[in-house]
C-alpha cells in the first residue's frame, strides 16, 4: 500500500490506538497530523517517531468536542500541507459506571467527544476532503455484549456507527468512503484505567484466541480501509474484535 502524496488527520493520536494508526500511515507514505487535546509531549513523540522513519508530521492541539476547535484542526492541516485525503476519527473517551452513579457531566462529556466531535470532524471532511478521500469513525465492540456499566460509551458508539451509515451517501458524489472500526477489548490505557485483573482476564476468555487485541490489530484494519482495494466499501461497521461478539 503506498499512500504517497496523501495527508492523514488521526485524532486522539498521542497514545495507544490512535498513535498507531499514526505511526503506520506514515510508514505507508501519508504526511500525518498528531491530534491531541492535552498531551504535548506525547504528541511530539509520535512526530519525532514518523519523523526519524523518513516521515512527515505534525503535531496539532484541539479538542474535537469543540467545534471551534475542529475547524482549527482542518485549518492548521491545509495551512501546513494543503489537503486533507484521510480522517481518522479515532479521539475519544469512556467513563463507566452503572446508571446510578453516572452524572450529567459524565454524560455530556462522553457524547461530546464521541459523537460531537466525530460528527464536526465529518462535516469538516465534507468541506475540505479531496474527492477520493476516507473517513473512518471509531464504535466499540462492547456495544453487542450488553456489558454492565457501558450504557452511555456503548450510546455514544451506537449512535457514531448509525451517522456513518446516514451520511455515506453524502460523501458519495465526492468519491469519499466513510467507515466505522468497532474493535473488541484492545490492550491500551484507556480500556486498561481502572480494571482490576480478574476482570482483564475475564476479556481476554471472551474472544476466540483467548488474547486482548493489540493497537497494531486495529492499525492493520486501518490500512486496508484506506487502500484502493477497499473503494467499495462504505457505509459500514467492521467488528475488529477476535471473535468477541
Known sequence: ?????????????????GRQIALQLAEAGAKVVVNYASNPEKANEVVRAIEQSGGEAVAVR????AVSEV?????????????VDILINN????????IGDVTEAMFDRQFAVNVKGTYFACQQAMRHMEEGGTIINFSTSVSGAM???YSVYAATKGATEQLTRQLAKEFGPKDIVINCIAPGQVSTELFLNGKSEELIDS?????A????????????AIDLLVSDKARWITGQTIRVNGGFN
Do not use: Q, Y
Open 71 to 83: 475547524e482549527a484542526l482542518f485549518a492548521a492541516t491545509l495551512a501546513r500541507f494543503g489537503r
Open 209 to 220: 484466541f483467548g488474547r486482548l487485541g493489540e493497537p497494531e490489530d486495529i492499525a492493520n
Open 147 to 149: 456489558l454492565p456499566t
Open 91 to 98: 479521539a475519544g473517551v469512556m467513563e463507566c459506571a452503572s
Open 1 to 17: 500500500m503506498s499512500l504517497n502524496g496523501k495527508t492523514a488527520i488521526v485524532t486522539g493520536a498521542s497514545r495507544g490506538i
Open 62 to 65: 484541539a479538542d474535537v468536542s
Open 203 to 207: 476479556f481476554r476468555r471472551m474472544n
